[in-house]
């Protein structure tokens, strides 16, 4: 089991930046692959950025390429998604999600995912 806890949510201007962190407990952190998705109202939940367990690779959607950054601390059992830029349409409950034994082709796959967190709501208002 994986016990995953997101921070860093809130309310931001369009064009601002947040720093969402997920703290990890449980099963070995350090050989899960991370993701971060996101789900909108109405709207099924979409892989934003996922990392390779070594930080060798990453995955970004391309709706976020350029604007976020996905980076882990394995001493700390923390992945952290840099928000920078954000638009209106960024605004969702963001996710953070563990994917034990994975491949990096297996990164952006949704279902690849078993261990989630609670959310945290980001809000980007104009």
């Known amino acids: 089991q994986v016990q995953l806890v997101e921070s860093g949510g809130g309310l931001v201007q369009a064009g601002g930046s947040l720093r969402l962190s997920c703290a990890a407990s449980?099963?070995?952190?350090?050989?899960?692959?991370m993701g971060w998705f996101r789900q909108a109202p109405g709207k099924e939940r979409e892989i934003v950025a996922a990392?390779?367990?070594?930080?060798?690779?990453?995955y970004y959607a391309d709706s976020v390429k350029g604007r976020f950054t996905i980076s882990r601390d394995n001493a700390k059992n923390t992945v952290y998604l840099q928000l920078n830029s954000l638009k209106l349409e960024d605004t969702a409950v963001y996710y953070c999600?563990?994917?034990?034994?994975?491949?990096?082709?297996?990164?952006?796959?949704?279902?690849?995912?078993?261990?989630w967190g609670q959310g945290t709501q980001v809000t980007v208002s104009s």
């Open positions: 999600a563990a994917q034990p034994g994975g491949t990096i082709a297996t990164m952006p796959f949704r279902l690849r995912y078993d261990y």
């Open positions: 449980g099963r070995t952190f350090n050989r899960n692959i």
């Open positions: 990392i390779y367990w070594s930080g060798i690779s990453t």
